[in-house]
């Protein structure tokens, strides 16, 4: 079983960063993969950037250049930078596990950008 918490979401002008954080509450070298999504009100749940086990990341093309995927092996933690944000940007953003084949999600935090 592996429980997510995310943290750092909050209110930010547009052109602003924020860096939001998911922490695992296993060894994260044993997750498969550990991806981002972000779900605004209304909308689908979509892929925002992914990291892999080994270190390879991708994203989406809508956040390409602009946001950033980092592990912290020794703090359990999955970071995503975010830079050069847009009032589009603004959803719950969500940390998703894959761990043995089984798949866990975080409760997600609020990224906002408005002025």
């Known amino acids: 079983q592996v429980q997510l918490v995310e943290s750092g979401g909050g209110l930010v002008q547009p052109g602003g960063s924020l860096r939001v954080s998911c922490a695992a509450s296993v060894d994260i070298n044993s997750i498969d993969q550990v991806n981002w999504y972000r779900q605004a009100p209304g909308n689908q749940r979509d892929f925002v950037a992914r990291?892999?086990?080994?270190?390879?990341?991708d994203y989406a093309n809508s956040v390409k250049g602009r946001f950033t995927i980092t592990r912290h092996n020794a703090e359990n933690t999955v970071y995503l930078q975010m830079n050069s944000l847009k009032p589009d940007d603004t959803a719950v953003y969500l940390c998703?596990?894959?761990?043995?084949?089984?798949?866990?999600w975080g409760r997600g935090t609020q990224v906002t950008v408005s002025s």
């Open positions: 990291i892999t086990h080994s270190g390879s990341t």
């Open positions: 998703r596990a894959s761990q043995w084949g089984h798949v866990y």
